[in-house]
């Protein structure tokens, strides 16, 4: 099973990224999907998630900023994120929860004040 992020990178305050996660070796349609972070010195925190039926749940101070989405024929998950703050600073992480659960690698997202 492989969950591979890309997408991360240094953005502006006020900036936006797109993150993509694209997954390998489970029946993707079949898992919930989400989106996690973990800043310097501060535990791991759920962004977002999304079911193999496409319902979405958020972070209540994200709501609004950020979207998640998945397309299942691509087997990946994506998480649009909209004025970023420099609080969102972090490695952000995909996660597929099913019968098993699995992590990505992270990727990196730097937000400059």
């Known amino acids: 099973v492989q969950l591979v992020e890309s997408g991360g990178g240094l953005v502006q305050a006020g900036g936006s990224l797109r993150l993509s996660c694209a997954a390998s070796?489970?029946?993707?349609?079949?898992?919930?999907m989400g989106w996690y972070r973990q800043a310097p010195g501060k535990e791991r925190e759920v962004v977002a998630d999304?079911?193999?039926?496409?319902?979405?749940k958020y972070a209540d101070s994200l709501k609004g900023r950020f979207t998640i989405s998945r397309d299942n024929a691509a087997n990946t998950v994506y998480l649009q994120m909209n004025s970023l703050e420099p609080e969102g600073t972090a490695v952000y992480y995909c996660k597929a929860s099913g019968s098993w659960f699995y992590w990505g690698q992270g990727t990196q997202v730097t937000v400059s004040s």
């Open positions: 999304i079911t193999h039926g496409g319902i979405t």
């Open positions: 070796g489970i029946i993707f349609s079949r898992y919930t």
